[in-house]
């Protein structure tokens, strides 16, 4: 059996691994242990850690604590 190691951007992944998961004789070690709550709050994370870099890098900017808090 081969190991083939990828880098796939973050935003193709999802469709990657459904495209992967599609074909038979490909095995994902590790994808099966998640659930699906817990693979959306990783990607939700890693889609807030985005949005922070790019706040750093000042391309967007994000709410205050004040906003959020007068959405409530």
């Given at each position: 059996?081969?190991?083939?190691?990828l880098?796939?951007?973050d935003?193709?992944?999802?469709?990657?691994?459904e495209l992967v998961?599609?074909?038979?004789?490909?095995?994902v070690?590790?994808?099966d242990?998640l659930?699906?709550?817990?693979?959306?709050f990783?990607?939700?994370?890693?889609?807030?850690?985005?949005?922070?870099?790019?706040?750093?890098?000042?391309?967007?900017?994000?709410?205050?604590?004040e906003?959020l808090?007068?959405?409530?």
């Open positions: 059996m081969k190991q083939v190691i880098n796939i951007p935003n193709k992944y999802p469709f990657f691994m998961k599609s074909l038979g004789f490909v095995k070690p590790g994808e242990k659930t699906q709550n817990q693979q959306e990783i990607e939700g994370t890693k889609k807030s850690l985005v949005q922070v870099e790019q706040h750093l890098k000042g391309k967007i900017k994000l709410k205050t604590a906003q808090i007068n959405e409530l």
